[in-house]
C-alpha cells in the first residue's frame, strides 16, 4: 500500500524509503523510558513539528519523543507490527487495514480531515457524478483518490464498474485532465490548484467537505503501550492540543515550521493548508466516541473494502479507544 499522499514524497528528498530518526529531547515522567512515534512528511500531521520546535512535549512532562519518518505505509506498519514504534500517524482507512490484518493497536485520537484539499475535477459537460458513467476517471489506487471515488460513485447510486477506471499516480492524474486525456481525475492539492490554474474551466464536483472525515487522518497507538503507559497517551493528546492552539493563535509562524518539516515552503502548501480541518480535542471530545464511531467509521470501512484496503471486517470496538479523548 502506497503512503496517504504521494505529496510527502515529492516535495522533500530528505525523506526516503526507510526511515529517518529525529530524537526530541524533553523531560518525560520516569515511568516511561521513551515514546517512539512514526510519521510521514504530510501537513495533516504538523502539529508535533510545532510541539517540536515550542518544546510542547517537554511542558506535558515527556522525557524523550523519538519521532521516526517513514516514506511509506507499508514501513508503519512493519515497524507497529515488530514494536520498533510505540505510536503512528496515519490515514484512517490504513488504521483500518493494520488492525484488519491484524496488527494490535487503537485509534485515540482524531488529527486532521480533508476538506478541498481532496477533490473531483470534471472538464466541461460533466457536472455531477451521475454523469461519471461511462466516463474515463484517472486516480490513484489504493489512496485517498480510491476512497473518495469509490465514496462519490456510490452516492450518486452508481457501481464502480458504471466508470471506465484509469489507474495513475495523483500527480499524472492532474495532468492527464489538463492535456484532454480524460475527462475526470480524482487528485489532492498542489495539483489540484496546479489544473485548476492550467485550465480554467475545469470544476470540482466533489470534494472532502462532500463526505466529511472520508479522507481523514488519526494516531494509532499499539494495545501492549496503552496497557503499560497511558499516562504517556494523554500526555501525548494534552501535546497535540497545546500544539494546535498555538497553530491557531499563530498561523503564519505555525504554516512556516510545519512546512519547512515536511520539506516545503508555506507558499506550496498555502492551498492544501486551506483545505485541511485539524481535530481540536474538544471535537475529539465530541466526535470520537459519537459521531465518528456511528457514522463515520462504517462509511469509510465500505470505501476501504471496496478499494481492498480493508480485508477482513473490523468494528469500532476493535479499532477504536476514545477513553483518552473523552477524558480531556
Known sequence: MLSRYALKRSFSTVFCAGMLSVTVHSVYAAETEQVKMGIEPWLGYGQWHIASAKNLFEKEGLKKVEVINFAEDKDINAALASGQIDVANIATHTAMGMISAGLPVKIVLLLDQSNTADAILASSGITSIKDLKGKQVAYEEGTTSDILLRSAVASAGLSFSDIKPVPMPAAS??????????????????????????????????????????????????????????????????????ALDYY????????????????????????????????TLSDNKALLSHDFTSKTFP??????????????PVTPAQTIDASFADAQ
Open 173 to 242: 492524474a492532474g495532468s492527464a485532465i489538463i492535456a484532454g486525456r480524460v475527462p475526470v481525475a480524482v487528485t489532492y492539492e498542489p495539483y489540484l490548484t496546479v489544473a485548476k490554474k492550467s485550465d480554467p474551466s475545469l470544476k470540482m464536483i466533489y470534494s472532502g467537505s462532500s463526505d466529511p472525515g472520508l479522507i481523514s487522518d488519526v494516531l494509532v497507538v499499539r494495545d501492549d503501550f496503552i496497557k503499560d503507559h497511558p499516562d504517556a497517551i494523554k500526555a501525548l493528546i494534552k501535546t497535540w492540543g497545546q
Open 299 to 312: 462509511h469509510i470501512l465500505q470505501a476501504a473494502t471496496a478499494a481492498g484496503i480493508v480485508t477482513q
Open 248 to 279: 491557531n493563535a499563530n498561523q503564519s509562524e505555525g504554516r512556516a515550521i510545519i512546512s519547512k518539516a515536511v520539506g516545503a515552503t508555506p507558499e506550496d502548501l498555502g492551498t492544501a493548508f486551506d483545505g485541511v480541518k485539524y481535530f
